[in-house]
């Protein structure tokens, strides 16, 4: 990703603030502009005039969620080169630094992607798709929270009614419970719908469906952070990033036993272990394994993760394979 301009941005709700630096990592410009269309135009514009060839320069910015996704789309239309990097790997990367405002963190990010310009690739935003579909599965993770506070408080209140009168508090947080029960049910539909469009012209939810474990929201979540299955290239990858794959932590003559990262994504990673309960309630094959390893000695957080791996190996089979997730205990009782 040889360029001859590194320009990093630092996002915020209202503002960007960008630093433009040369092939030799010296600075030469920097600037602010508002975090709208019309803005982030000007800010491109302005590149222009210091005779900033588009196609010679690359744009780094941090993943912020909603923040920047109308700056990658900008950047796409103009055909500029981007790459979204995640702020703790930024973080970690540069040594210990003092200091922080967001032209500082502007800098930074410039410095970053010139530094580490050939391990970096371009990125690409999802389809409108899957961008859809990962705004009803955080609205749904959201009214799940809220229903869980709602049952929460009502067991606090029926304790508390022992002493005090809350009942005519508890029929109210009872009718907002069954509100959001049934606004849950419509949104698990509407999930489903969009699943099966995607399916239409992918196939993937079905094959992710055939596996044992995983459920509509689950491979909703893996189509998203997936982006359709193009941003990992094996189960492994998709494993780290989860924070379920092992590794080996050894210093001298001391080696302590494999152990999963703490850099994780918390969300999948919480998502796939509630896949591990129902997979090994309903597959005899990962059930045997759990009880194997657990009669073993082994820790059973240790061998959910083991479980998880898995899964992940049977979700990148059936993707790379174009066909449904066989049950050999089924065709050898068959058989």
């Known amino acids: 990703m040889e360029a001859s301009y590194y320009i990093g941005i630092d996002i915020s709700k209202q503002r960007l603030d960008w630093q433009v ?6 600075s030469r410009k920097n600037g602010q502009a508002a975090n709208t269309p019309k803005g982030i135009h000007k800010m491109i514009g302005r590149w222009k005039r210091g005779n900033i060839r588009l196609h010679e320069l690359i744009v780094c910015f941090e993943h912020t969620g909603p923040y920047g ?20 790997q930024v973080q970690l990367s540069l040594g210990i630094r003092r200091g922080k405002s967001d032209p500082i963190d502007a800098r930074r990010l410039a410095e970053y992607l010139w530094r580490f310009q050939d391990r970096l690739s371009p990125s690409r935003l999802p389809s409108k798709m899957l961008l859809e579909l990962r705004g009803w599965l955080l609205w749904r993770e959201k009214l799940v929270k ?76 893996l189509l998203v952070y997936t982006e359709g299955f193009t941003r990992f290239d094996n189960a492994r990858q998709l494993a780290c990033f989860a924070g379920s794959a092992p590794f080996p932590k050894q210093s001298g003559q001391k080696k302590s036993p494999d152990r999963v990262s703490r850099w994780r994504c918390q ?36 061998v959910r993760n083991a479980v998880i791996c898995k899964l992940l190996y049977r979700v990148f089979a059936v993707i790379n394979r174009g066909t449904p997730y066989v049950k050999i205990h089924q065709h050898e009782a068959i058989t």
Do not use: F
Not at 269 to 289: C, F, M, T
């Open 146 to 221: 809220m229903r869980t506070a709602l049952i929460n408080g009502i067991k606090a209140n029926t304790l508390t009614s022992q002493v005090a009168d809350l009942t005519e508090i508890n029929e109210q947080m009872q009718l907002q419970h069954d509100g959001l029960t049934k606004q849950l049910k419509l949104v698990d539909r509407t999930i489903k719908s969009l699943l099966h469009k995607y399916n239409t012209t992918e196939g993937q939810y079905d094959l992710l469906a055939s596996i044992p474990g995983i459920g509509p929201v689950i491979a909703g979540w």
């Open 69 to 88: 996704l109308l700056l990658a789309t900008i950047l796409e239309e103009s055909g500029i080169c981007y790459v979204v990097v995640s702020a703790v």
């Open 267 to 302: 969300r999948l990673k919480s998502l796939l272990l509630n896949g591990v309960h129902s997979a090994i309630q309903y597959d005899p094959e990962l059930r045997a394994y759990y009880e194997r390893k657990c009669g073993e000695g082994k820790h059973p957080q240790s």
């Open 21 to 26: 630096n040369d092939s030799q990592n010296n």
